[in-house]
């Protein structure tokens, strides 16, 4: 969910006119938006242990919008999307109008299963606007989800996780062994590991927070008044 983040702050920076070089950057970072989207929710669906974990029929369930009511369909469309692209080499950049200097890039109509039995229609004209709507819904369900099963309420041991420190640094592969032995040496408190864990949990937090991807012209419209 982080790589999402800076692949779409990525996509949102280019202006045209764009060289070949920055249209290929362009799609790559359009490309890996969904790329690492679809990751982090095939990530929740096949986790065993996320208990309970009802994210599946949650985000079927709330990844609707006006004229587009088949949850389903619409995660499925996002799904071949991203199979499109890593499978197929689709470029998903490859239509667009031009918003003063923005590329407003138009979404694929269609997308087809990896056996082109089954189709899968958009569920907005421009794939901004795409975004926007897995924005509005997907990290909020995820952050729903670890609610239900209490991830941010369950305590860590501070005696494991002292452990676990010295662990992962007798076994690192890349501290030299002087180094080793003086971090070693010294003591690592417990509360050390409770602060940290309180950090990954506010990070965790803070990346499933919806991205902005508002439109150029619609900021300065809204800066206007």
């Given at each position: 969910?982080s ?15 764009l ?9 790559v ?6 790329i690492?989207l679809l990751a ?19 985000l ?9 009511q ?10 071949e ?10 470029d ?7 918003d ?8 694929v109509?269609?997308?087809q299963?990896?056996?082109g039995?089954?189709?899968y ?5 421009y ?6 709507k ?11 989800c670890?609610?239900?099963a ?7 041991d501070p005696d ?11 076994q690192?592969?890349?501290m030299?062994n002087?180094v ?5 040496a ?13 950090a990954?949990?506010k990070?965790?937090?803070e ?9 150029p012209?619609?900021l ?5 008044r």
């Amino acid at each position: 969910m982080s790589a999402r983040q800076s692949a779409l702050r990525a996509a949102l920076s280019f202006r045209t006119p764009l060289s070949v070089t920055e249209s290929m950057d362009m799609r790559v970072h359009y490309s890996g938006y969904f790329i690492n989207l679809l990751a982090a929710t095939e990530l929740f669906i096949e986790t065993t242990t996320l208990q309970p974990n009802n994210f599946k029929e949650q985000l079927h369930l709330r990844l609707v919008f006006d004229g587009y009511q088949d949850g389903v369909a619409n995660y499925s469309y996002i799904r071949e999307l991203r199979n499109a692209v890593v499978h197929r080499g689709l470029d998903i950049t490859s239509d667009a109008h031009i918003d003063g200097n923005f590329p407003m890039i138009l979404a694929v109509p269609r997308v087809q299963d990896r056996n082109g039995k089954k189709t899968y229609s958009t569920f907005d004209k421009y794939l901004l606007d795409v975004i926007n709507k897995c924005e509005s819904v997907i990290g909020a369900v995820m952050l729903d989800c670890l609610n239900d099963a209490g991830i941010f309420e369950a305590n860590i041991d501070p005696d494991a996780a002292v452990i676990e420190y010295r662990k992962s640094v007798e076994q690192s592969h890349s501290m030299p062994n002087e180094v080793k032995a003086m971090f070693l040496a010294n003591e690592f408190k417990p509360e050390w590991a409770v602060a940290t864990h309180s950090a990954a949990m506010k990070k965790l937090r803070e990346v499933l927070a919806a991205c902005i991807a508002t439109r150029p012209s619609s900021l300065e419209t809204s800066n206007a008044r």
